[in-house]
Nanobody
């Protein structure tokens, strides 16, 4: 059974950094693509970054280009989201997800994916 658990969120000032962790069980993080997405109150779910099975990364949100990066540690079976130069508009609950595919396809993920409870990121101005 695929399970994902996010951690690392918190309150940070604008311009600060955070690293989110996504601990996976039931699969290897190099076996499937893993996506980070976020959802702010009253807003639609928004894809952030995805790492494919072949280590390619896909940026879904133009607003995070140059500020966020995604990586994985196979030994720890964990995927990370490194966030820098944070802005108040980055405030949201961040989730990691997989649809057990090897590529990054947002529509497929939202239809068939599994994700964890999420971790809250709050950026103060």
């Amino acid at each position: 059974q695929v399970q994902l658990e996010e951690s690392g969120g918190g309150l940070v000032q604008s311009g600060g950094s955070l690293r989110l962790s996504c601990a996976a069980s039931g699969f290897r993080v190099d076996e499937y693509a893993v996506t980070w997405f976020r959802q702010a109150p009253g807003k639609e779910r928004e894809g952030v970054l995805c790492i494919s099975r072949s280590d390619g990364s896909t940026v879904y949100a133009d607003s995070v280009k140059g500020r966020f990066t995604i990586s994985r540690d196979k030994a720890k079976n964990t995927v990370y989201l490194q966030m820098q130069s944070l802005k108040p508009e980055d405030t949201a609950v961040y989730h990691c997800a997989t649809d057990r595919g090897d590529g990054c396809y947002w529509n497929r993920l939202t239809a068939h994916g599994s994700w964890g409870q999420g971790t809250q990121v709050t950026v103060s101005s």
